[in-house]
């Protein structure tokens, strides 16, 4: 069922602005989730993931710093990007909807990341044009109609296929 490797989403290679998720105090499943998702210049521990190929074809994101602990979205006007714990892989492929995502590649090896529960919504990246490192990280990660191109790069930074 689940096929793990670690990487980075990335705006462009020229720019070092990745997504960040910090999960500190998300340790059970709640129905708003929780942790704070954005962004942050040069990759470290908190923008780190692994894919996550569920039988359905979607996708979902985990920390790789915080086990179990997923990308969300909440569907809705201007929805929001936080995070959820899953106790175990099982349970976030029953019951996590929110953290389910469709990869769409474009022919630059880039992709369009797409809500499986909001369709037509995707996932953008919005740095603010911060180019420094901040600890608690900057700018947003929000699903928009419009979507963005994202790179999704290994932790060697080289372009990475969806798991088949």
Do not use: R
């Given at each position: 069922m689940a096929t793990k490797s670690a990487l980075l989403f990335n705006i462009t290679p020229d720019v070092q602005t990745y997504l960040r998720m910090d999960a500190k105090g998300v340790s059970s499943t709640t129905s708003s989730g929780?942790?704070?998702?954005?962004?942050?210049?040069?990759?470290?521990?908190w923008e780190a993931f692994h894919i996550i190929s569920f039988d359905d074809g979607t996708f979902g994101f985990e920390s790789n710093y915080y086990p179990n602990c997923y990308l969300r979205n909440a569907s809705g006007q201007n929805p929001t990007v936080n995070c959820q714990f899953w106790a175990t892989l099982a349970d976030a492929e029953s019951g996590g909807t929110n953290e389910r995502y469709i990869m769409h590649p474009q022919d630059d090896g880039t992709y369009y990341i797409e809500s499986s529960i909001s369709s037509g919504s995707y996932l953008n990246i919005n740095g603010g044009g911060t180019k420094t490192f901040t600890g608690i990280g900057f700018g947003t990660v929000s699903l928009s109609t419009t979507p963005q191109k994202l790179y999704i790069l290994p932790l060697f930074s080289q372009p990475a296929n969806p798991p088949s």
């Open positions: 929780g942790g704070t998702v954005n962004c942050q210049w040069g990759n470290y521990t």
